[in-house]
């Protein structure tokens, strides 16, 4: 029996005679996926002609995926010659949205948000375009400064924001380069180690990156406001306070500066409690370390400790160099 192919549509069911074997043939009943998300079917076949170089499992733990996770809502945005895609789904982990570029040519480059992320992002979009609306137009000299006066990419930012949630980090940075102002997203996971590209977390992913125009910006902003005001649910449990034991209210987050580096203060809740994020962010670095509440006294116990023991050596060392000058003043004296 020759390869045969067949069109389905979504939901149908259709057998299949296969080559006869042990003398019985084999009726194998194929049956489509309800369907892909909004993403997936905006992109064209860009991402089903891979698919069949996958063989093996790989298709039907796909398959799996598809009947675990349920959409429930999908949004389109065009800006400029790029598709953006917002979709809503739920697993047994609860709700998150997926974020998809499609580029022209049919690339693909995808975010995952859990809801109370993408609560957070709703509000950096807010600041990056209150930020954008007060830059003004670009002048050549700008551009070519911004870019490093190539048109490979981009090299400073205008602005930089980013979230640190879980294993999940989210790095926000406003830039422009000859085609125009954009807000480059990227997104890393780490996955622990032996598993893809390792990184100084141990496991590290590459991470998906996506550029949004940033003429879209409020579109874009207002599309994802509206599906989580939809399908978000109420505000204590998109602040996390449900899943870290009731904790409706935290304080607000706060920063230092310190010569070339900013460290932000970051009060956070999980399912496992909550959490201080310090975070030490420079032009070319960045690094965060989280600490958890029940540890908050240790560590502010010590640094007071360390700070007190700082002055006084440095106290110590100031009155010997105070002796050290009064001695050679007093040998002067005594020459003359």
Not at 47 to 65: C, D, I, L, P, T
Not at 206 to 231: M, N, S, V
Not at 290 to 308: D, H, L, N, V
Request: hydrophobic share 30%; with cysteine.
């Amino acid at each position: 029996m020759g390869l045969q192919r067949f069109h389905l549509e979504k939901g149908d069911v259709v057998g299949v005679l296969c080559r006869p074997y042990a003398g019985r043939s084999w009726l194998v009943a194929v049956k489509m996926a309800d369907g892909d998300s909004g993403s997936e079917r905006g992109g064209g076949g860009s991402s089903g002609g891979g698919g069949g170089g996958g063989g093996g499992s790989g298709g039907f733990q796909h398959f799996q995926r598809e009947q675990e996770t349920q959409e429930l809502a999908s949004k389109r945005l065009d800006i400029q010659n790029k598709r953006f895609y917002l979709d809503v789904k739920q697993n047994s982990k609860g709700r998150f949205i997926k974020i998809a570029e499609v580029g022209a040519g049919g690339s693909k480059s995808r975010l995952t948000l859990s809801m109370s992320v993408a609560a957070e992002f709703r509000d950096y979009l807010g600041d990056f375009i209150e930020h954008y609306a007060q830059l003004g137009p670009s002048t050549p000299e700008q551009i070519a400064q911004s870019s490093g006066g190539d048109d490979s990419g981009p090299r400073r930012a205008l602005k930089s924001e980013f979230l640190v949630r879980e294993n999940r980090k989210y790095y926000l940075d406003l830039k422009e380069n000859q085609r125009g102002r954009f807000l480059r997203i990227r997104q890393t996971v780490n996955r622990g180690p032996g598993f893809g590209v390792t990184g100084p977390g141990g496991g590290l992913q590459a991470g998906q990156t996506i550029a949004l125009p940033a003429q879209g910006l409020i579109e874009f902003r207002d599309a994802l406001a509206k599906l989580i005001d939809d399908y978000g649910g109420d505000d204590e449990e998109l602040s996390g306070g449900t899943a870290a034991g009731g904790y409706g209210e935290l304080p607000e987050g706060t920063s230092i500066m310190v010569d070339s580096k900013r460290f932000f203060f970051d009060v956070g809740a999980n399912k496992y409690g909550v959490f201080l994020r310090v975070s030490e962010v420079k032009p070319s670095y960045r690094n965060s370390i989280t600490i958890p509440f029940k540890a908050w006294s240790k560590f502010g116990g010590a640094f007071c400790r360390y700070a007190e023991e700082m002055k006084e050596i440095q106290e110590r060392q100031r009155d010997k160099m105070y002796e050290r000058r009064e001695e050679s003043e007093g040998e002067d004296v005594d020459d003359d």
